[in-house]
């Protein structure tokens, strides 16, 4: 199921739905566009802390799923950690995809 999680973040980077950096990210938290976050399960504290932080200010939607390697990879970057879905119908699609593949892992 992985794949299809990998395939949608692609599609929703394709689409400019999709940005990613612990800064960028940010930026759109503050500016009310981000409707889901992904922080990868290998965020380094300091990173995961700064995100949270915004997260929880603004009530934004947030998931702990997958490597940085394997998101990184899916949206043609390198070593990007934190993942912010611009786009409220993707976000929906994305995380049902991420929980679905969590309840099989389980």
């Not at 995961?48 to 899916?74: C, Q, T």
Request: aromatic fraction near 6%; proline fraction near 0%.
């Amino acid at each position: 199921m992985k794949n299809k999680v990998l395939t949608y973040m692609g599609f929703a980077k394709r689409s400019g739905n999709l940005v990613s950096g612990v800064n960028t990210c940010s930026f759109n938290i503050s500016k009310g566009k981000a409707k889901l976050i992904i922080l990868a399960e290998d965020i380094s504290e300091n990173s995961e802390k700064k995100i949270m932080k915004d997260v929880r200010k603004h009530s934004v939607d947030h998931i702990k799923y997958g490597s940085s390697d394997e998101l990184s990879h899916a949206t043609g970057t390198v070593g990007r950690t934190v993942f912010a879905v611009l786009d409220s119908h993707f976000a929906e699609t994305i995380k049902s995809e991420i929980e679905r593949d969590l309840k099989i892992m389980h």
